[in-house]
């Protein structure tokens, strides 16, 4: 959100936060001894409770125009589709790094995203080892 956010300032644009859940996602959501109970809806709010309060907070810091969506289904597959329809001019996208077994098993949206998307993708790896000033 810093480096889209920094971006927009510099530009005088806007930033869509945009985040894809999958629901049931299994391999986060039964954990032993969590509440394993799968609640779409749930975790929409939670989302979109989030996104909200980052967007707000990002508003009052740098006085730049945030919007908020939140969708289900295939990450990558979504994101393109929204940037698409969207028409952005640019997709800002954290990395987790996955690299090896669980890349293979798990794939990389950013990879699919950077391969499949219609405008330039910016790519951030995360966490970040130094916080932007």
Not at 11 to 39: C, K, R, W
Not at 62 to 72: A, N, R, S, W
Not at 101 to 111: I, K, T
């Amino acid at each position: 959100m810093e480096y889209a956010a920094a971006l927009a300032k510099s530009l005088h644009s806007v930033v869509t936060l945009f985040h894809v859940y999958q629901f049931p996602d299994l391999m986060e959501s039964i954990v032993p001894g969590a509440d394993n109970t799968l609640d779409a809806e749930k975790d929409r709010a939670f989302a979109q409770e989030w996104l909200e309060k980052i967007g707000g907070e990002t508003r009052k810091r740098t006085d730049i125009e945030v919007h908020v969506v939140v969708v289900q289904g295939s990450p990558a597959r979504e994101i393109m589709l929204f940037s698409r329809k969207g028409g952005f001019d640019m997709i800002v996208m954290g990395t987790h790094g996955r690299t090896g077994l669980e890349r293979l098993l798990m794939g990389s949206v950013a990879e699919a995203v950077v391969r499949g998307a219609c405008c330039p993708v910016l790519t951030i790896h995360l966490p970040l080892a130094h916080p932007l000033a």
